[in-house]
């Protein structure tokens, strides 16, 4: 919209890059481009404003296939304006000279020629396509239609108007048909997720079996093992059973031996011993069969003298004393009688 500003009973106008501003006065055309910026008398002036930009129009409408499945087509057309004047000649793009709005609704006119147009190519084309090919395949095919008929619309240019794009957005069915589509697809896709998890399953438990089988196989192993360990564990028992029982026998035989060997050297030394003794004896026997009574008597006495215990000390008792004195008195009693018996 244009910006119109009011001085002393002028107007002034400034528009953008993108409108095209046509000023007529007294039927004559004064000023005519983009971005103008002008006075104008408000009562004598014929001013309008064609936007020249690309703009987008949102078109949805419905149609029916081949086999009479109702659809909804989402599309989007780009147009711009390419002939200001033809389209100034053509639709009513006046604005007001005291606010610079539009005083009829060009574009909606314009959204409602290429609606049309475009909804006309595409029901003509679904029509005669099925409901499964136009959800497959209906997207490229409805915009090339739309845009070779947009292309070939004749009132199009007639208005100076140029389509720049047409893109089709969505072919989409009624929400129970759409439902009723997607049943199909999802019970594939739920039996493909069922056979992927059998086929887990069945992968997993493969892989269990596996491992069992190679745990009872360790287990086996395993058990030989232990059986080849008790086996040389009893082998080596035995053999050093065996060991010990040689080596027994042979300390056995030796401490025999030597037994024997000692038994013979004491006798040996016994009978020497002995012999050597009696030499002894008879040499002493006949040492004293050769000495007088007096020597053999001297001997005796020194004998009985080495025999005789130590005394240490010695105890006299009052009554031991008294018995030794009378039997000392007695005999010196005796003593007497007898020396004067001798000498008379």
């Given at each position: 919209?244009?910006?119109?500003?009011?001085?002393?009973?002028?107007?002034?106008?400034?528009?953008?890059?993108?409108a095209?501003?046509?000023?007529?006065?007294?039927?004559?055309?004064?000023?005519?481009?983009p971005?103008?910026?002008f006075?104008?008398r408000?009562?004598?002036?014929a001013?309008?404003?064609?936007?020249?930009?690309?703009?987008e129009?949102?078109?949805?409408?419905?149609?029916?296939t081949a086999d009479?499945?109702d659809v909804?087509?989402?599309?989007?057309v780009?147009?711009?304006?390419s002939?200001?004047?033809?389209a100034?000649?053509?639709l009513?793009?006046?604005?007001?000279p005291?606010?610079g709005?539009?005083?009829?609704?060009p574009?909606?006119q314009?959204?409602?020629l290429?609606?049309e147009?475009?909804?006309?190519h595409a029901?003509?084309?679904l029509?005669?396509t099925?409901l499964a090919?136009?959800?497959?395949?209906?997207?490229?095919?409805?915009r090339?239609?739309v845009?070779?008929?947009?292309?070939a619309?004749?009132r199009l240019?007639a208005t100076?108007i140029?389509?720049?794009a047409?893109r089709?957005?969505?072919?989409?069915p009624?929400p129970?048909?759409?439902?009723a589509l997607?049943t199909?697809?999802r019970?594939?896709?739920?039996?493909?997720?069922?056979?992927a998890?059998?086929?887990r399953r069945?992968?997993?438990v493969?892989?269990e079996?596996a491992i069992a089988?190679?745990?009872?196989a360790?287990?086996?192993e395993?058990?030989?093992?232990?059986?080849?360990?008790v086996?040389q564990?009893?082998?080596?028992?035995?053999r050093?059973a065996?060991?010990n029982?040689?080596?027994?026998?042979?300390?056995?035989?030796a401490?025999?031996?030597?037994?024997v060997?000692?038994?013979?050297?004491?006798?040996?030394?016994a009978?020497a011993v002995g012999?050597g003794?009696a030499?002894?004896?008879?040499a002493?026997?006949?040492?004293h069969?050769?000495?007088?009574?007096?020597?053999?008597?001297?001997?005796?006495?020194?004998?009985?003298?080495e025999?005789?215990?130590?005394?240490?000390?010695?105890?006299?008792?009052p009554?031991v004393?008294t018995g030794?004195?009378?039997?000392?008195?007695r005999?010196?009693g005796?003593?007497?009688?007898?020396?004067?018996?001798?000498r008379?």
């Amino acid at each position: 919209m244009a910006d119109i500003t009011r001085r002393l009973g002028l107007r002034h106008l400034r528009s953008a890059p993108t409108a095209h501003i046509r000023h007529h006065q007294g039927g004559r055309l004064r000023h005519d481009g983009p971005g103008l910026s002008f006075w104008f008398r408000p009562l004598s002036a014929a001013l309008s404003e064609v936007p020249v930009d690309d703009r987008e129009l949102a078109v949805v409408f419905h149609a029916r296939t081949a086999d009479f499945q109702d659809v909804t087509v989402q599309a989007t057309v780009t147009y711009r304006i390419s002939d200001p004047a033809l389209a100034a000649a053509r639709l009513d793009f006046s604005v007001d000279p005291d606010t610079g709005a539009w005083r009829s609704a060009p574009l909606e006119q314009l959204s409602t020629l290429l609606t049309e147009s475009a909804q006309q190519h595409a029901l003509d084309l679904l029509a005669r396509t099925p409901l499964a090919a136009a959800l497959a395949d209906g997207v490229a095919a409805v915009r090339e239609r739309v845009t070779e008929g947009l292309a070939a619309e004749p009132r199009l240019p007639a208005t100076g108007i140029d389509v720049v794009a047409v893109r089709v957005v969505a072919i989409r069915p009624e929400p129970e048909v759409e439902r009723a589509l997607r049943t199909p697809a999802r019970e594939r896709v739920q039996q493909d997720a069922d056979r992927a998890t059998y086929e887990r399953r069945a992968v997993a438990v493969e892989r269990e079996r596996a491992i069992a089988e190679n745990e009872l196989a360790s287990r086996i192993e395993l058990a030989r093992q232990e059986e080849r360990l008790v086996e040389q564990r009893g082998t080596n028992a035995r053999r050093e059973a065996e060991e010990n029982a040689a080596a027994d026998a042979v300390r056995a035989e030796a401490e025999a031996a030597r037994t024997v060997r000692l038994a013979r050297a004491e006798a040996e030394a016994a009978r020497a011993v002995g012999e050597g003794r009696a030499a002894a004896q008879t040499a002493w026997l006949a040492a004293h069969a050769t000495a007088d009574a007096a020597t053999l008597h001297a001997l005796a006495a020194t004998r009985l003298a080495e025999n005789v215990p130590r005394i240490e000390s010695l105890t006299l008792s009052p009554d031991v004393v008294t018995g030794l004195l009378a039997k000392l008195g007695r005999g010196s009693g005796n003593g007497s009688g007898a020396s004067g018996g001798g000498r008379s």
